[in-house]
């Protein structure tokens, strides 16, 4: 678990720091010169350091001061005169050294730059000097946050110098994590310099965050854990299949689906390894009475409602919801056909796992960690709002954020696997905000094994889960 804080946190924890920040400069600049040396800054290699007149240039005029010495041509482009005490200490150290110091709209050869005019300082626009570095195709690091990128919304300005990496220092910035960020910043590296730790924005989930129970020695199907996946309708029927393939794979013991009658014989042949049951009399659940699912799905830990469900389903999900003491995950068709309302009438755990637009119908209000903070502490339930970052809430607490996993997770399907996945983690006994985590983290964890073999589909990644079921993966 990592905190990743704002900007305006950032700047407080240094502000509050009783400590010399001296040592921690030198830190930060040698975890930045680390880095260009993994990128093959060395003997001969022309580095420039753009520094601007804060403590995040001081942080590049140590880097530059350390490049040197590894025998680097380094030349540090400069905004202007350092202005803190500690930046400006940081660039006399490299004048008396014999660095180079030139204006910041040099026109200079370079096979490495480093970023460190603003950091997490960034404020208004790019001074034309430093936006002409953003179109140069050279290996860029970003110091802290790449200059020109807010460091909390994750805005970035017009000419802001993409980096291929960005050391983040003492703590990850939300600002990486949205809008911009992910493409603007390139890979992360956290940079520890020894500052006591800043109150998160955002916890940033681990492996050793996402637990996955055991199964005891004498576990049988039922007791490892039963999940009940009510959906499927015409046309859409592979939806509750790829749902009740997950749970399955996931580590659930006993697993059915729950669909429609007209589909029920074609899936019960088609998949033998999932109960099949069909209700109603038709092709949707349109007419299906609630009263009836409840009946069959009591003898299951957990009901995953929604996926494949079809439209006109309203009635049917509210009454379901109400009626059934399990916990549900409530997905796709099953979410858009609740209120705020209904969820905050179930006094059972409630997972609800919006993508950005099924966020905005249930609020009306844009996706983010404050609002879904706001929706969880609305209704209780534990909010999952889907993107390229995975946010999870869970009453007041910071949410937490997902990050394994990338673009490949874009595909038709993948969410009903995830949806599958978070129901056989409540099966097996884990709370709500524990198993909603966990099962994002290693939902992108599979989905990133699969992109390394071939296209991601969503039956590829239902597939995939089964390794990561349990703490020892499988081959």
């Not at 950032?10 to 975890?31: K, N, T």
């Not at 309203?314 to 059934?324: E, Y």
Request: charged fraction near 15%; glycine fraction near 14%.
């Amino acid at each position: 678990m990592e905190h990743v804080v704002t900007s305006e946190q950032s700047r407080r924890q240094d502000a509050d720091y009783s400590g010399d920040l001296g040592p921690i400069m030198d830190r930060a600049g040698f975890a930045v010169a680390r880095e260009a040396a993994a990128m093959g800054a060395g003997y001969g290699t022309r580095v420039v350091v753009l520094a601007g007149v804060g403590n995040n240039g001081g942080d590049g005029y140590v880097a530059a001061r350390h490049l040197a010495r590894r025998g680097a041509l380094v030349t540090v482009a400069a905004l202007g005169a350092a202005r803190t005490g500690l930046a400006a200490a940081a660039e006399a150290q490299w004048r008396r050294s014999g660095g180079r110091v030139v204006a910041i709209d040099a026109a200079l050869p370079a096979d490495l730059i480093i970023d460190a005019v603003f950091g997490v300082g960034f404020r208004g626009e790019l001074p034309p000097g430093v936006a002409a570095w953003g179109g140069r195709n050279v290996p860029t690091i970003a110091v802290d946050v790449a200059s020109g990128l807010d460091g909390t919304t994750g805005q970035a300005a017009p000419g802001t110098p993409v980096a291929d990496r960005t050391v983040a220092l003492s703590h990850y910035k939300t600002g990486h994590f949205f809008a911009d960020g992910p493409e603007v910043s390139g890979s992360l590296t956290l940079a520890g310099l020894g500052l006591p730790a800043a109150e998160p924005t955002l916890l940033l989930c681990e492996a050793a965050d996402a637990p996955r129970p055991k199964r005891s020695s004498d576990a049988h199907k039922w007791s490892a854990g039963s999940v009940a996946v009510v959906g499927g309708s015409s046309g859409m029927a592979g939806a509750a299949v790829l749902a009740a393939k997950a749970a399955l794979r996931f580590g659930a013991g006993a697993v059915a689906t729950f669909v429609p009658a007209e589909l029920a014989v074609e899936l019960d042949a088609a998949h033998p390894e999932i109960m099949t049951h069909g209700v109603g009399d038709g092709a949707s659940f349109a007419s299906v009475d609630s009263r009836q699912v409840a009946g069959l799905t009591e003898r299951f830990d957990t009901l995953v409602i929604g996926p494949g469900l079809g439209g006109e389903v309203a009635g049917f999900v509210s009454q379901l919801l109400a009626a059934v003491p399990q916990p549900v995950v409530l997905d796709a068709d099953g979410l858009n056909a609740v209120t705020a309302d209904n969820l905050a009438a179930r006094s059972a755990e409630t997972v609800i796992t919006p993508h950005a637009g099924e966020f905005r119908r249930l609020t009306g209000e844009p996706a983010g960690y404050d609002a879904a903070t706001d929706l969880a502490v609305a209704t209780g339930a534990t909010v999952l709002v889907k993107g390229p970052a995975t946010v999870i809430a869970h009453g007041g607490a910071p949410p937490w954020l997902v990050t394994a996993g990338g673009p490949e997770l874009a595909t038709v399907g993948t969410g009903d696997v995830l949806a599958g996945m978070i129901g056989a983690l409540l099966a097996r006994g884990l709370d709500a905000a524990t198993a909603t985590r966990s099962a994002a983290f290693w939902h992108g964890e599979a989905g990133a094994a699969v992109a390394a073999a071939s296209s991601v589909t969503a039956e590829l990644l239902a597939e995939e889960v089964r390794r990561f079921a349990f703490e020892t993966v499988v081959g």
